[in-house]
């Protein structure tokens, strides 16, 4: 996949699928916002896309497909480990929320 983003790498193509996962999730769970009582759908469907982002976010921590010495920056390459990880860490909070929400309200 030739992205013609220098600071990109070939990894990318590891996190994808995983990406695209979380994207589809989410949109399934707008759709059925639209037709169905949005309390009791949405405390279903937060927990999965939740987790489904944490499996995104995670391979993005775990694979870094990013290279930015290629570009001169590459003191972006710790800042975006540090920043991912720190992502990780407050969907592990929101996945943790949303679950004693779907537990407390059903």
Do not use: C
């Not at 983003?5 to 399934?28: Q, R």
């Not at 969907?91 to 059903?106: E, S």
């Amino acid at each position: 996949m030739k992205w013609h983003i220098p600071f990109i790498t070939e990894d990318f193509n590891k996190v994808l699928p995983y990406m695209n996962w979380s994207i589809y999730a989410s949109i399934v769970a707008n759709i059925l916002y639209i037709f169905f009582n949005q309390k009791v759908v949405r405390l279903g469907t937060m927990p999965v896309i939740n987790i489904l982002s944490f499996l995104s976010i995670y391979m993005l921590f775990k694979v870094f497909p990013f290279d930015f010495k290629s570009v001169g920056l590459g003191i972006l390459n710790q800042i975006g480990k540090i920043l991912l990880g720190l992502v990780v860490v407050g969907v592990i909070i929101g996945i943790i929320v949303d679950w004693y929400k779907l537990i407390r309200d059903y």
